[in-house]
């Protein structure tokens, strides 16, 4: 069975150290000194949530489990520590990965490449879950490329450049955002209040979602909650198991056609949590088009009011057993730590 430890590369940490004592210290963490502007509550508000969900990546990963692998204890590391990665001591048999996500790469700027390469040559190998249209929008995507060993992404085709730089062996997954739960964290709610949580942000707030949100006020009326804030505190997703259905945004509002079909695991916590999932139909439809076909979650045409509420009222009327089914599904293959444990397993030792 193959050996394998991982290090997750996240730009809120510093040293490399193991991920248990990160969390540790997660809490407590002042974050002004990291932020441009120091002084600026709303954007110390938004760092908390930033570096809380980021965390909460890692945890996942330190939680890791697939039957062909035996997994060490995870480390952490940011730009300060990453590149001691090359040098700690390894255990007899131990194959070494470095994780990273999202456009967390660029951090290191034009270094990016010489640090991935680095690595690769001390025997470290890649892994980059990159959401959405990473080969397109980082810059540092060339760069790191010809050193990935697994890429998981939600652009497809990648820019020619990016897929050019790929290694042959390279084990690539087209797969998009999921939830950043891990087994066991999420607890089933036999006797959910009946309602309708909205789940979004002000950045979401378009005019459309503003037309959809009067609406459901009227139609559901106490049945109804909406949530504006710009994201739910890790600590706090847990007690949103107390709704039956979360309404979750869609990606309409953006131009890049990743983003479009889905830019947001708000309906994979709904999921996780037990909710019934209801979602906007994307532009281009893509991977919630799937669960829906597969009946994991509630989907309506665009603007169209009248089968928003014919969706609410399905999600509404979901049986404990079709709630079970949603809540096993998302909680075994729509979280980081499943998508990433597979991809491992499926790359080469």
Not at 73 to 86: E, N
Not at 108 to 122: P, Q, Y
Not at 167 to 187: D, I, L, M, Q, Y
């Amino acid at each position: 069975m193959r050996r394998i430890r991982v290090c997750y590369f996240n730009t809120w940490a510093g040293r490399l150290e193991p991920v248990p004592d990160y969390l540790a210290r997660v809490p407590g963490m002042d974050l002004k000194p990291l932020l441009a502007r120091p002084g600026d509550v709303e954007l110390l508000r938004k760092a908390r949530l930033d570096c809380d969900w980021y965390a909460a990546n890692a945890r996942c990963f330190a939680a890791m489990q697939h039957p062909e692998i035996a997994f060490l204890p995870a480390w952490i590391a940011g730009k300060a520590g990453v590149l001691d990665l090359a040098t700690a001591p390894r255990e007899p048999g131990e194959e070494r990965w470095l994780l990273c996500m999202a456009h967390q790469p660029q951090a290191l700027g034009d270094l990016a490449g010489k640090v991935w390469s680095m690595l690769a040559r001390a025997g470290v190998r890649h892994c980059f879950y990159a959401f959405d249209e990473a080969s397109r929008f980082m810059p540092c995507f060339d760069a790191i490329a010809p050193h990935l060993d697994v890429l998981i992404h939600d652009e497809s085709p990648l820019a020619e450049s990016g897929a050019a730089a790929l290694k042959p062996s390279c084990v690539a997954r087209h797969r998009s955002w999921v939830a950043n739960f891990t087994p066991g964290e999420a607890v089933f709610n036999e006797a959910p209040e009946e309602k309708i949580y909205f789940l979004g942000s002000q950045l979401g707030l378009t005019p459309h979602r503003q037309r959809q949100l009067d609406f459901l006020r009227r139609k559901f009326k106490g049945r109804f909650v909406a949530s504006h804030d710009h994201s739910t505190p890790v600590d706090g997703r847990f007690a949103l198991n107390r709704y039956k259905a979360g309404l979750s945004p869609e990606g309409r509002k953006f131009t890049t056609p990743a983003m479009a079909r889905t830019h947001t695991d708000r309906p994979f916590w709904s999921g996780c949590l037990g909710q019934v999932p209801v979602s906007e139909d994307s532009k281009f439809g893509g991977r919630l088009e799937e669960l829906h076909a597969a009946g994991l979650i509630v989907r309506y045409a665009h603007a169209d009011l009248d089968a928003l509420a014919a969706a609410c009222e399905r999600a509404l009327a979901a049986t404990n057993a079709e709630r079970r089914r949603i809540f096993g599904h998302f909680n075994a293959r729509e979280t980081v730590g499943a998508v990433v444990a597979e991809a491992l397993a499926a790359s080469p030792a």
